[in-house]
């Protein structure tokens, strides 16, 4: 760079700086919240409602509505069915990644909740178990972009500091769902002989209906990028920029597959993914089985559907908690370490009691430290990933792996083992003690990588002037720093913090 390039760089760095002391951060942050999360939480809810989603709730309400009767289901065939689900939905998280950012949000999440609406219609019409086969994997394939890709786009636009916060209420709403859907089946049930099908059909209807129309009109309303922001004023764009820039050490935002290759030989990217599979198989088959465990402690069909519903909005509450604590200590793992020894007791209660009332209370703490976990890995998993492209990357790496652990899900709640399902509770408890011990060595090891980044800079005398020389390093940067502990907000963004907490 010659010094006329130098100076007008210069020049507009200054033009920003002056802009963004006209700016409320807090303003900006609100702005976002009230255009972003609220729309992107709908799409969740509506994806984690939807029977072949995350959360499987209407799956399971379904299953105890009559489909394995009307399709002749015997042995672990429904299980065979959610399970193949998961590998096309594993397997394309990173080429969806890659997508969104190609083709652009607006454009590529639409496109997906149209194709999962459509096949959701046709499952309401599948008589045998290989049709009910294929369209479980057609909707893993239509869903596998949803939630990684809402992740990875809230984290284009929200600093490394708020965005447990913001990404507590996005996934909340997949424990809000199991409410919704609980209701929602508890009433669509009632429909059954309408038109000449069956109860479980109108589910997949009725939901298939509402997801395309939702998908069109987030065609017309969702914003792309920060850069593009039309809802911003021009200052308050640039001081997002600027911020998000100075937030990653002014890592790259380049589409370049060398930052995806990084990206698959981290070894970081291996132990969250760890981490979010013990997560996945007891949060999955909490999510998908919950309708069965509560039938297995006493409880008719017909009342399960309705208690679902609490464990469920504890679940959204304590993940909102949790989130907003996150980032006002700014820790991930002592969160996800609290988050895996709750549902530890949860299952422990499931597994050691024969008194309905008991056991239903454990599936409320279990619950309540479920969901929160996601939360925090998939928080900690942005936070330690620098550059956009090695972002989504690390974020679909993490949710495939991950996501791997709800195919064991699909098979550790067996009819055989009822109704006290004794081996899936103790698969889940054993979850809970590996994921505690993860976090733990997670927590350890970005500590040890910043304290060893520290400690060079301070050798080379390295200082965050010299951010733009390091910015194709990405998250190797000496001056980046990893989401480790409590001191990370300080290490990160001092000046920032009386903003956001």
């Known amino acids: 760079m010659d010094s006329s390039d130098e100076k007008s760089a210069h020049t507009d760095i200054l033009e920003v700086s002056r802009a963004s002391d006209l700016v409320d951060p807090h303003r900006v942050l609100r702005k976002l919240d009230w255009r972003l999360i609220p729309f992107v939480s709908v799409l969740y809810l509506l994806a984690y409602m939807s029977p072949f989603t995350l959360n499987r709730g209407p799956t399971g309400n379904a299953k105890i509505a009559g489909l394995i009767t009307d ?30 950012k190609y083709f652009k949000p607006s454009r590529w999440i639409p496109f997906i909740m149209v194709c999962w609406g459509v096949v959701l219609l046709s499952m309401a019409f599948v008589k045998t178990y290989h049709e009910l086969m294929i369209t479980r994997v057609l909707m893993g394939a239509a869903e596998s ?94 001081w997002l920029v600027q911020a998000l820039r100075e937030d990653t050490a002014a890592s790259s935002k380049e589409f370049n597959l060398r930052y995806l290759i990084q990206a698959l030989r981290d070894p970081h990217a291996y132990l969250l993914a760890a981490m979010n599979f013990f997560i996945v198989v007891p949060q999955f088959a909490f999510s998908l089985f919950l309708p069965t465990i509560i039938v297995g402690l006493g409880y008719s069909s017909l009342h399960a559907q309705l208690l679902t519903i609490p464990p469920s909005i504890c679940g959204c509450i304590c993940t909102i908690i949790f989130g907003t604590v996150s980032d006002k200590i700014g820790a991930r793992g002592p969160l996800l370490l609290l988050g895996s020894l709750l549902s530890l007791v949860g299952y422990v209660m499931l597994l050691t009691t024969e008194v309905p009332v008991v056991g239903y209370i454990g599936t409320i703490i279990a619950a309540a430290g479920l969901y929160p976990s996601s939360v ?34 699909s098979f550790i709640y067996r009819q055989k083992d009822s109704p006290r399902y004794i081996p899936g509770h103790a698969t889940n408890i054993a979850c809970c003690c590996v994921l505690a011990i993860l976090s733990s060595i997670g927590m350890f090891e970005f500590w040890r990588m910043n304290r060893k980044k520290r400690a060079y800079c301070s050798k080379e005398g390295i200082d965050s002037s010299r951010y733009e020389e390091f910015a194709e390093l990405g998250d190797r940067s000496p001056l980046y720093r990893y989401v480790s502990q409590y001191t990370f907000l300080l290490s990160i963004r001092p000046d920032f913090t009386r903003y956001t907490l």
């Open 71 to 100: 399709l002749h289901l015997t042995g672990v065939e429904f299980n065979l069915t959610s399970a193949m689900f998961f590998i096309p939905y594993c397997l394309l998280d990173i080429p969806s990644n890659m997508a969104l």
């Open 145 to 238: 972009g949803l939630f990684p890709g809402v992740s990875f786009y809230l984290c284009l636009w929200y600093p490394r500091y708020a965005q447990a916060q913001r990404l507590s209420i996005f996934v909340s709403a997949s424990s809000l769902a199991g409410a919704f859907g609980g209701l929602l089946a508890y009433a669509i049930e009632h429909m059954n002989g309408v038109g000449g099908l069956a109860g479980w059909s109108w589910i997949f209807i009725l939901e298939g209906i509402l997801t395309i129309v939702v998908a069109t009109l987030a065609s017309c309303y969702m914003q792309d990028f920060p850069e593009t922001a039309t809802f911003l004023t021009p200052a308050e764009r640039d």
């Open 376 to 409: 925090c890995n998939l928080a900690w998993t942005s936070g330690n990933a620098g550059g956009d492209i090695k972002r989504g990357a690390m974020i679909a790496i993490v949710g495939g792996i991950g996501n791997s652990g709800a195919i064991a899900s």
